[in-house]
């Protein structure tokens, strides 16, 4: 169920930003935030969002303090602030979902995620939209590790938290050129938008880095912003220590899935056979060498150099065939942004 504070659309009178000749005139910008347990800070958010933006979508994910009612009594006079009210609270995920699907229903060009604590600064909507608006990049999401500075305020456990996710990251959604994936101040081309399986993504806190990963198999092109967060007196919905115990099994699950849908069934080539040999090979040595080093020990006879010989060799090598893989993976990283042929695709098609 959804209400509007006043009116859906939003038409600037200073100046528009545009696409491309080829793709449109005007460009239709909108911004997706999940509300829940942010009643003390939505108004200061609200407020600063740049005019140039037509929709604001504000999810109400069940909140407790009524976050959507309050947004319709205090921004009623704002045509662009439109209220999705969920029936009960699904996630993070589940609400930016919601506003992704009307934005998306509404003809919206361009979507920004934006959080509603306060953290992200809304004037910075302009650079991130730049990307998109270049014809650059399909998606573009902030980066907080820039500089020493972005960091200032972020809890000691956040920062080496947030360090080993993204790590992780790297490998289950082959964006190795991408840091901080719990980043959720973000912006998707719309048309790729309609490209992604909304339906499989995840409905917590993991939306973000899942988001990656369906990005990856599109071969969307994707790419960071320097951004600064603003720390006040909010508190995160996010429990790190959660994250750590959760996030490690998602990321092996996106992993093994992005390895067979690029390396085997869309394609086959001599990395997919060194990952194959390597993750047989090392394993083999390690286990062998365990097993000798065991039986040396209780025998109390040295282990030969031909049994020292047949567990270090397929280490070695084993390490090298992923190694090779590794180097292949950061190589087809996506660069071209699909959204500019998906653009070519349509503008043939209807002519």
Not at 181 to 190: L, S, V
């Amino acid at each position: 169920m959804s209400s509007s504070a006043a009116g859906k659309s939003h038409t600037t009178g200073q100046h528009t930003t545009a696409l491309p000749a080829a793709v449109g005139d005007e460009v239709k910008i909108a911004v997706v935030i999940p509300c829940y347990k942010i009643k003390r800070h939505i108004g200061g958010v609200l407020s600063e969002i740049p005019a140039d933006v037509h929709n604001i979508y504000c999810v109400d994910d069940a909140c407790p303090q009524s976050s959507g009612a309050f947004i319709l009594s205090e921004f009623a006079a704002d045509p662009r602030v439109t209220v999705i009210a969920r029936s009960s609270n699904g996630g993070v995920g589940a609400a930016v979902i919601s506003g992704y699907e009307r934005a998306m229903e509404d003809g919206m060009d361009i979507v920004i995620k934006l959080d509603g604590d306060g953290q992200m600064d809304p004037a910075l909507i302009p650079v991130l939209i730049r990307p998109l608006l270049a014809g650059t990049a399909d998606y573009v999401k902030g980066n907080r590790y820039y500089s020493p500075e972005s960091l200032r305020g972020m809890p000691m456990i956040r920062k080496l938290g947030n360090t080993g996710l993204s790590f992780l990251s790297k490998l289950s959604t082959g964006y190795w050129h991408l840091f901080d994936p719990t980043n959720g101040y973000t912006a998707i081309d719309a048309r790729v938008l309609r490209l992604l399986p909304l339906s499989k993504l995840h409905r917590g806190y993991f939306f973000e880095s899942d988001m990656l990963f369906r990005l990856n198999l599109l071969r969307a092109c994707a790419e960071d912003i320097p951004m600064n967060a603003r720390y006040a007196d909010e508190k995160s919905q996010l429990s790190v220590s959660r994250a750590l115990l959760t996030f490690p099994f998602l990321h092996l699950r996106n992993l093994l899935k992005r390895i067979v849908y690029n390396h085997f069934l869309r394609n086959f080539s001599i990395a997919s056979v060194e990952l194959l040999l390597g993750s047989f090979l090392l394993p083999f040595g390690v286990i062998n060498g365990i097993l000798s080093w065991m039986e040396s020990a209780s025998s109390g006879e040295p282990a030969t150099a031909g049994t020292v010989m047949l567990a270090a060799l397929p280490v070695i090598v084993g390490v090298q065939f992923l190694l090779n893989y590794l180097a292949y993976d950061f190589s087809i990283v996506p660069t071209r942004p699909i959204s500019n042929r998906l653009a070519m695709h349509f503008t043939r098609r209807d002519s």
